[in-house]
Structure formats: structure tokens, C-alpha cells
């Protein structure tokens, strides 16, 4: 098994690649070991010792990483870990995830829809480049939520990616929107 890895725009995440699915559908975020029981992976991975965060996606993991640790020191271990699991075909959530909150419902009104519906085809597929991801928690009087996930979470860019890209496409395209505002 060859592992790829790629930096990410945030300096303390990398993105580990493995050549096949990891969640296939959605995402996982466990930004601390306390969160990680629903995933043996996730719980592996915080055994390292400098692993601060573990976000698994379609097709990838992001790791977070202690701000004193050097990438050169944790990587071996971290393609270790992920290697070993998926050789031994070990599964890498415990049950179904209850769902990642993009999904539009019935309860969704037309605006929200439009909303989650632009988040998901436009953006993101960037995120998910980046290592990251994006969580639509509401719109109210204009504003809409969001929580950036992985790589994206605490990623110095982060709020530029929220106010001159996001912000401005949901502008442009939604005249109800008049604000982006990060959750966290």
C-alpha cells in the first residue's frame, strides 16, 4: 500500500492519501481524543504522540498536529498506523455515522436549500482538496453559519476562505445573504 501525502494550507494539518476510500460518503471530525471512540482509526492515531486532531474524509485523513511537533518525527508513525489498519481490514467507523448535516430535508425552506445546495457542489469539493471540510449549522436575519472542519479548522486562511470566497459566492448568488459567520 502506497500512501501519498500533500500539505494543506494550514501548516499544522497534512493530508494522508491511502489510494482507496476511508469513509467512501461524508466525514468524520474528531478534533480531540476524547470525541475519537467511534472510530478505531481515529483512536490509533491519537496514540501518537503529537496527534492533536484526525478528520477522515471520502478518500483521505487529515491529521492535526501539536504546534512544538515536526512533521519529519510524526509522519513514519502516522503511515504506519494507517497502513497497518487498512491491511488488517479493520473498520474505520464503529456504526454508520449518523449523517454530516449537508443534506437538504423537507424542513429546509427554499433560501437554505439553495445555500447547503451551493456549499455542496461548489464548495465543498475545494475544502475536501484542502484536507477540510465545511458544516451548515443555520441562517437567521441573513446571516448564514458555517463550521470549517480539518485542515480548516484553525487554517490561517480560513476566515479569508469564509468572508472573500464563500461569503461573496453566497452574495452573489442568494441576494438573502448578507453574512457569513464561522461557528467555533
Known amino acids: 500500500m502506497f ?5 494543506t494550507p494550514n501548516p499544522a494539518t497534512l493530508k494522508f ?4 476510500d476511508v469513509l ?4 468524520a471530525d474528531f478534533p480531540s481524543r476524547e470525541g475519537a471512540a467511534a472510530s478505531p482509526l481515529a483512536q490509533r492515531l491519537f496514540e501518537i504522540d503529537g496527534v492533536q486532531g484526525v478528520f477522515l474524509g ?3 485523513v487529515t491529521i492535526t498536529k501539536a504546534g512544538d511537533k515536526e512533521w519529519f518525527l510524526l509522519k513514519p508513525s502516522i503511515l504506519g498506523v494507517i497502513m497497518e489498519h487498512f491491511t488488517a481490514n479493520r473498520p474505520v467507523l464503529l456504526e454508520e455515522a449518523s449523517g454530516d448535516g449537508h ?3 423537507a424542513d429546509d425552506d427554499e433560501i437554505v436549500t439553495q445555500i447547503k445546495e451551493l456549499l455542496d457542489t461548489r464548495v465543498r469539493p475545494a475544502v475536501a482538496q484542502d484536507g477540510g471540510d465545511i458544516t451548515f449549522y443555520g441562517f437567521e ?3 448564514v453559519y458555517l463550521e470549517m472542519k480539518g485542515a480548516c479548522s484553525g487554517c490561517p ?7 472573500a470566497g464563500i461569503e461573496n459566492m ?3 448568488y442568494i441576494p438573502e445573504v448578507v453574512e457569513v459567520r464561522a461557528v467555533r
Open 141 to 143: 436575519e441573513g446571516v
Open 170 to 172: 453566497l452574495r452573489h
Open 103 to 105: 443534506a437538504a430535508s
Open 24 to 27: 467512501g460518503r461524508g466525514t
Open 157 to 163: 486562511s480560513s476566515t479569508a476562505t469564509l468572508k
Open 3 to 7: 500512501i501519498q501525502t500533500e500539505q
Open 17 to 20: 492519501l491511502p489510494g482507496r
Open 58 to 60: 471520502a478518500d483521505f
